[in-house]
């Protein structure tokens, strides 16, 4: 069973950029999909970005588009999301997740599991 546990999130301003990382322990993630989600209180868990096993293969949610890069180091296992331009409405709990190997979806977050504890990321005006 794998262990997954994000790190990185901050209170920072308009603009600014963060790096979110997520620490993979229990077992190799290195032929696992793996993605990032954000949660703000009394919303669904909504997709941020999804990255295949060899990094060959890249989705993010078009709200985050050309301003958030996912990226993987499989010799650390880790997984990470770089955030730049943030702005107010990307404030949420960050959280990774490993594709589970029968989803049908790289975007649900129901076809997600070992979740995180998740990372608060806050950026004010």
């Known amino acids: 069973q794998v262990q997954l546990a994000e790190s990185g999130g901050g209170s920072v301003q308009t603009g600014a950029s963060l790096r979110l990382t997520c620490r993979a322990s229990?077992?190799?993630?290195?032929?696992?999909?793996m993605g990032w989600f954000r949660q703000i209180p009394g919303a669904e868990r909504e997709f941020v970005a999804g990255?295949?096993?060899?990094?060959?293969?890249?989705y993010y949610d078009d709200r985050v588009k050309g301003r958030f890069i996912i990226s993987r180091d499989n010799t650390k296992n880790t997984l990470f999301l770089q955030m730049n331009s943030l702005k107010p409405e990307d404030t949420a709990v960050y959280y990774c997740a490993r594709r589970k190997d029968s989803a049908l979806s790289s975007r649900q977050y129901s076809w997600y599991e070992n979740w995180g504890q998740g990372t608060q990321v806050t950026v004010s005006s």
């Open positions: 229990g077992r190799p993630i290195n032929i696992d999909f």
């Open positions: 990255i295949s096993w060899n990094s060959a293969v890249t």
